[in-house]
């Protein structure tokens, strides 16, 4: 049996030749027939509803449907019967429904309705059976069975709804102006022509129907195309059955209360989940998605997944963890839980503090009356004292457990709980700001607060009449569909019929959905103008200084010293072609890295250790690859990281990396960069160089000289071969020193 709750509804269309008339430059009226159809099938269809949907047509060339004999509910076609809406209808909609040539009585169409709904809803259940008729009244009309259709639709418990393309109060030269202000509003969609007798008839009938069908409502029940348009212009939700969560709320090892909670408020996801499938067939099936682990080497050797593990990162190391030791991690709870740890006064939970991505609604659970007298008497005793519980919970005993708080809440209808997650420690962001009311130039003047009171009063989005009985939201965000659904849904259901089509432009009806109300706009206007005049904004810009183009084009080789004021405006403010892709550099690369580190330091808010990690990564990408031209590369990084370590006093990050690096070279037998190094003199910054240094001159020089090799024997000499060989390692030091300087210099060329 089909699940409860939803509804069988059938669309029934008059297509006669009637219907597809219209004036030069104006829709016919099968068109705006079809367009209303289209958009609530759509609705439908992204709602993923369990409405089933059929269509009955009137008018057609033809005849098919199960009353028709003899000249009986002639013209009259069941189109499709009672299923699921899909993409198939919206494209019978669109491109399989044409006009006929003929026309039917609307009443008889009513009839093959009422039929198809009686016989296709045997066995189910269905909360509501409903028809929605199209049609423009001008064919001829019999009211011989109208008073057993008001019957039967009674009986049945059938509604009925009418879709016309002018309104059925339009002025018809009966000077009857008791229009309602709601068909007043779309008065002005049907032309001004005037109707035709047929469709005088016809609204007659029409009225008669629906005011003894409902004599306060009925005529409501009536609608234009174009109302109908833009009440069918939002997407609707995905509906969603309220799911159950029975628990035991327990209070202490003693008390306990059998309750059943809802979520009452949830982020809401976009359900469809983007596959990949083959462009040509668009078959998901085509497509086979295959996950291959290879080495990072010069093969891509293969890894079987079976040789992989997970890895957790923790500072710069891999740290195994395999899904065994993630499930024993886990916090392992009995049970689903919520207990209450303790009392609270409710002005001591502060609003900010309300997190997590739902809202529980808790009840006492069903035909349970001791529960029901436990609970209620909790949630009054916790709104007279002004209290709240601290609650923990946990879902189930695979999730980890939250805690939250528990506000009572009392409604005419109902009385239950209301539980939101709290923070833990880590959850909260701590900042501190200096207060505005120390700085005499942040204090407002009583004309500057006052205006700042009148523009919030003018903005205020809830209607007081004169009385201030009579409230009226002009903002309702809960009615509001989310925008980024609305254009999801409109651009898919473009694509499934335009696939090759560029995509709509965005609806203005979107744009216009978050943007402040019109009259509050209107309203606000004074105001704005006066907090302008009360709170001037004047731009600040930095005073630069003219330049001549001998600035510009200076000689830097000029000799003697340069003057203080150059070398700040060198670094600041001088014309540079690296200063203009300064703001593209994000990292230390490896092309130009001791550039790359001088640029991201003079950057606002640089982190000195961060940007000197990088640098120091790449020096020993450098040191890895042991050349010539990387050994030079790395003792230029080198020679930067101390200038400015010395220049920011930055001293002690730069002398823990160079005894680092020692350390380093020594590992890796890097003496012949170490040479280098000793030769440039390239040591610890002493305290004679920075203040905060606590390394003398004679610690530094040390610093520079290799460890003594313990237990080291030299070997025999002839006499004199030590003059021979210590002339022949200055000539192999000498020229190592020049391969290493003109190697660099060729990489920096």
Known sequence: MARGG???????????????????????????????????????????????VAVVLFGTDTTRNGLASGDQYQNITVHRSLMLPDFDLLEDIQDVIKPGSEQADFLDAIIVCMDLLQKETIGKKYEKRHIELFTDLSSPVSEDQLEIIIANLKKTGISLQFFLPFPVDVDDGSGDTSATVHSQMHRSCFPRKGL????????????????????????????TFRESLERLSMFKKIERRPAAWPCQLTIGSNLSIRIVAYKSVTEEKVKKIWSVVDAKTLRKDDVQKETVYCLNDDDETEVQ?????????????????????????????EAKCF??????????????????????????????????????????????????????????????????????????????????????????????????????????????????DSLIDSMNLVYEDDGGETFEDLFKPSKIPNPHFQRLYQCLQHKAFHPNDPLPPIEQHLLEMLETPRVVKERCQAPLEKVKALF?????????????????????????????????????????????????????????????????????NADFKDVSQELINRIDQF???????????????????????????????FNDFLQALKSKVEDKALAD????????????????????????????????????????????????????????????????????YLKGALDMM
Not at 197 to 217: A, C, F, N, P
Not at 395 to 417: M, S
Not at 551 to 576: A, Q
């Open 673 to 740: 960069f170490w040479d280098v190094m000793v030769q440039d003199r390239i040591s610890l910054i002493t305290k004679d160089e920075a203040e905060g240094s606590s390394v003398t001159s004679e610690e530094a020089e040390k610093f520079l000289a290799p460890k003594e090799k313990k237990n080291e024997t030299l070997p025999p000499t002839d006499e004199g071969g030590d003059v021979d060989d210590l002339v022949s390692t200055i000539k192999t030091w000498c020229g190592f020193r020049i391969e290493l």
């Open 6 to 52: 939803k509804a069988a509804i059938v669309l029934c269309l008059d297509v006669s030749f009637t219907m597809s008339n219209s004036a030069p430059g104006e829709e016919s009226s099968l068109e705006q027939a079809k367009k209303v159809m289209t958009k609530f099938v759509q609705r439908q269809v992204f709602a993923e509803s369990k409405d089933e």
């Open 623 to 653: 040191l890895e690859n042991k050349g010539s031209q990387y050994y030079m590369k790395g003792i230029n990084c080198i020679r930067v990281f101390r200038e400015e370590a010395i220049k920011l006093s930055k001293v002690q990050c």
């Open 305 to 333: 997944k079976d040789d992989t593990i997970q890895g957790f990162r923790y500072g710069s190391d891999i740290v195994p963890f395999s899904k065994e030791d993630e499930e024993q991690m886990r916090y392992k709870t």
């Open 536 to 604: 001037p904004l004047k731009e600040v810009g930095k005073k630069k200084e003219e330049k001549t183009a001998q600035d510009i084009f200076k000689d830097n080789s000029e000799d003697g010293p340069t003057p203080k004021k150059t070398k700040i405006e060198d670094e600041e403010g001088s014309f540079s072609i690296m200063k203009l892709a300064e703001g593209n550099v994000t990292s230390v690369g490896s092309v130009n890295p001791a550039e790359d580190f001088r640029i991201l330091l003079r950057k606002k």
């Open 339 to 452: 207990s209450v740890l303790g009392f609270s006064r409710s002005s001591q939970i502060q609003r900010h503090y309300y997190m997590g991505n739902h809202v529980l609604k808790v009840f006492a659970a069903k035909d349970d009356e001791n529960a029901a007298v436990a609970l209620s008497a909790l949630v009054h005793a916790l709104d007279e004292l002004k209290m709240v519980a601290i609650v923990r919970y946990a879902y189930d005993r695979r999730c980890n457990p939250q805690v939250g708080v528990a506000f009572p809440y009392i409604k005419d209808a109902y009385e239950c709980l209301i539980y939101v997650q709290l923070p833990y420690m880590e959850d909260l962001r701590q900042y501190i700001f200096s207060s505005l009311k120390n700085n005499k130039k942040c204090i407002p003047t009583a004309d500057q607060l006052s205006v700042v």
């Open 196 to 223: 035709t007798e047929q469709q005088r008839e016809g609204i007659d009938v029409v009225r008669k129907l629906m005011h003894t069908l409902d004599e306060e409502g009925g005529l409501e029940e009536i609608y």
